[in-house]
């Protein structure tokens, strides 16, 4: 078996009520014209490093965002939503029309997401695990899409402590956090270098895109 095959033959646990994946969702013509609307998104809001509040460590992976708010992090105000760009200060670039439609077929909640948040990690880059709780909304999924290289992801529980589970995610990938798993512990642990591609104007690695909903309607 090829390595790309058994790459794409990894299986999924099953999933706990509340997480859905939906393989390859995007296909590889929808993956490239989004992957087109990131390149112009970035180009008008390049990608920043966050840093941790407090210790204002860096995060490995680089972010930027689409829509009228855009999830930021620093040393000084720590985590939370801005409607402009932290160091162009700039209004984040509009949300492509793809993402609003993809956030209408999949969430089935009765208001478009606010934030599109983008994570490019290069090859190196992982996410500790985290819980996504800066939205006032819980009660909205988290729609998140994966392009470019491969790459590993962790469930966990409602605690950070409680045992978690891993499978891969793979570009045109979707995955769901919602209602009873809306505030479980996730984290990338790693990517798969060379699995993937992404334009040159953005370079090697992996682009996650997360969807939000962070006010109530
Ligand atoms: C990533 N994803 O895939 C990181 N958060 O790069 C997330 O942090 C995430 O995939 C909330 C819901 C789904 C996710
Ligand atoms: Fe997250």
């Known amino acids: ?54 210790t204002g460590r860096a995060f ?43 956030w209408a077929e999949l969430a089935g909640y009765p208001a478009p997401p606010e934030a599109g948040l983008i994570n490019h990690y290069a090859p190196g880059a992982k996410m500790g695990l985290h819980i996504d709780i800066d939205e006032e909304a819980l009660d909205a999924p988290i729609v998140s899409i994966s392009l470019g290289c491969s790459a590993r992801f962790r469930l966990g529980g409602l605690k950070r402590r409680e045992p978690t589970i891993s499978f891969d995610l793979h570009a045109g990938d979707v995955l769901i956090l919602e209602g009873p798993s809306r505030l479980r512990y996730h984290g990338i642990d790693r990517i798969y270098p060379g699995t993937g591609s992404l334009p040159s104007e953005i370079g090697e690695g992996r682009i996650n895109i997360t969807l939000r909903r962070v006010a109530h309607p």
């Open 60 to 102: 490995s992976v680089r972010m930027s965002n689409t829509g009228p708010l855009g999830w930021v992090a620093d040393r000084e105000k720590g985590y939370r939503y801005e409607p402009a760009h932290p160091e162009t200060g700039r209004p984040w670039p509009a949300m492509p029309k793809m993402l609003l439609e993809l």
């Open 1 to 54: 078996m090829s390595a790309r095959a058994r790459l794409f033959d990894d299986p999924v646990p099953e999933l706990p009520a509340g997480v859905r994946l939906y393989r390859r969702c995007l296909n590889e013509q929808e993956q490239a014209a989004l992957l087109e609307e990131v390149v112009e998104i970035l180009r008008r809001a390049p990608l920043f490093t966050p840093r941790m509040p407090r």
